[in-house]
């Protein structure tokens, strides 16, 4: 695979990571609305509620989940998912 090529493979992976992040988080029923009923994010939540005691713990995994589900992601989680796209992308190349 040339420099193009590469480059293609880099870009792509983080397109893919960016845009695909939201529309993952709204599929397994993290939304703007709420945590879907009977979801997959309803689940996450039950378990963790469970865990702890009755609650969901601010900070944690399904609270963050929910507010980029509720609010959209951040510029700084945008750009992270975005490098973690292109060295994914990059990665790539290297299969054959």
Known sequence: ?????TAAAVVGGAVVAAVGA?????AIG???AGIAAGSY???MMSTAAIANGGGVAAGGTVALL?????????GAATAA??????AVGWLTRFIR
Do not use: D, H
Request: glycine residues 26%; proline residues 3%; neutral net charge.
């Open 1 to 5: 695979m040339g420099l193009v090529g």
């Open 41 to 43: 994010a309803a689940g």
């Open 66 to 74: 929910q507010a980029a589900g509720a609010a959209g992601l951040s």
């Open 30 to 32: 993290f939304t703007s």
């Open 81 to 86: 998912l975005a490098g973690a796209g292109a």
């Open 22 to 26: 939201p529309v993952v988080l709204g």
